[in-house]
Nanobody, 122 residues
Framework: QVQLVESGGGSVQAGGSLRLSCVASGLTWRSGCMAWFRQVPGQEREGVARIGLVTDIAVLADSVKGRFAISQDNAKNMVYLEMNSLKSEDTGMYYC???????????????WGQGTQVTVSS
């Protein structure tokens, strides 16, 4: 059974940086993608970034291009989201996910972490 656990969230002022981590346990395949999503109460979950587990190809949402970066450490089964120049609109619960979809849509992912909260104050 695959489990994902996120960490690294917190409170930061606008313009600051955070690095989120996601560790995957029980991952027995190396295909598909890992992704980061975020959600604000009352809104749909939004895809932020995804990376191919084999291809290492990264795709970022337009709203975070130039500010965020996604990377992975295959040996540690870790995925990271480096967030710079944070804005108040980046506030939300950030979720790590894995699946075969390799999109920025939630339908492509079937395993989710519990989330880590990011709060950006202006």
């Amino acid at each position: 059974q695959v489990q994902l656990v996120e960490s690294g969230g917190g409170s930061v002022q606008a313009g600051g940086s955070l690095r989120l981590s996601c560790v995957a346990s029980g991952l027995t395949w190396r295909s598909g993608c890992m992704a980061w999503f975020r959600q604000v109460p009352g809104q749909e979950r939004e895809g932020v970034a995804r990376i191919g587990l084999v291809t290492d190809i990264a795709v970022l949402a337009d709203s975070v291009k130039g500010r965020f970066a996604i990377s992975q450490d295959n040996a540690k089964n870790m995925v990271y989201l480096e967030m710079n120049s944070l804005k108040s609109e980046d506030t939300g619960m950030y979720y790590c996910a894995t699946g075969m979809g390799c999109t920025l849509d939630t339908s492509g992912y079937n395993v989710w972490g519990q989330g880590t909260q990011v709060t950006v104050s202006s």
